[in-house]
């Protein structure tokens, strides 16, 4: 139900192991306008887009560095954001008008199958009003997000409680 949300440019929340995110489909710049509608956030602050497998990333940046697929390969799926030069698939509004995105794989069990499900790369930043802080449990989405979003996946506490690192390539 959740994957077919997204499909359907929706937002949710899902769980990761930094903290919960505020998902929709990274393709779809009217569903990524909700996130930034859902949070009250500047539309100049870009998301993270969130990957279940390593061979989406080749559709989402205009080239990988060698030195950024072995960071992929010891840190994925895990907190690391790596930032390339965007494709042109990803929509001006993902990357608040950057040539530049971010790009990571959760290791929560529960975003990767949201991710798989979905069949499109998540775009999300965390799942807290702007200026709030992070949500770590899914009751904090809920105080924060009920009634702003269709759906809150629960996938109980996030092990890390802080966001990715970010790394720019």
């Known amino acids: 139900e959740a994957a077919q949300l997204i499909r359907n440019g929706e937002v949710v929340a899902f769980p990761t192991e930094t903290v919960y995110g505020l998902g929709a489909n990274a393709l779809d710049a009217q569903a990524v306008k909700k996130i930034f ?30 030195k950024a697929f072995l960071l992929a390969e010891r840190f994925w799926p895990g907190p690391l954001t790596i930032i390339l030069n965007k494709s042109k698939l990803i929509p ?10 971010g790009v990571r794989m ?54 890390v409680g802080v966001e990715s690192t970010v790394l720019d390539m």
Do not use: C, F
């Not at 979905?118 to 009751?139: C, D, E, H, M, Y």
């Open 37 to 66: 509608q859902a949070k009250g956030r500047p539309g100049d602050n870009p998301l993270i887009v969130h990957i279940h497998d390593i061979s989406q990333w080749h559709k989402l940046a205009e080239y990988i560095p060698k």
């Open 106 to 159: 959760p290791a929560h069990p529960v975003a990767l199958k949201l991710i798989s499900v979905s069949k499109v790369p998540i775009a999300a930043p965390s799942a807290n009003i702007s200026g709030r802080p992070s949500p770590t449990l899914a009751q904090h989405v809920i105080e924060d997000m009920d009634g702003r979003i269709p759906m809150i996946l629960d996938g109980g506490k996030s092990d």
């Open 92 to 101: 001006m509004e993902v990357t608040a008008g950057l040539d530049t995105v």
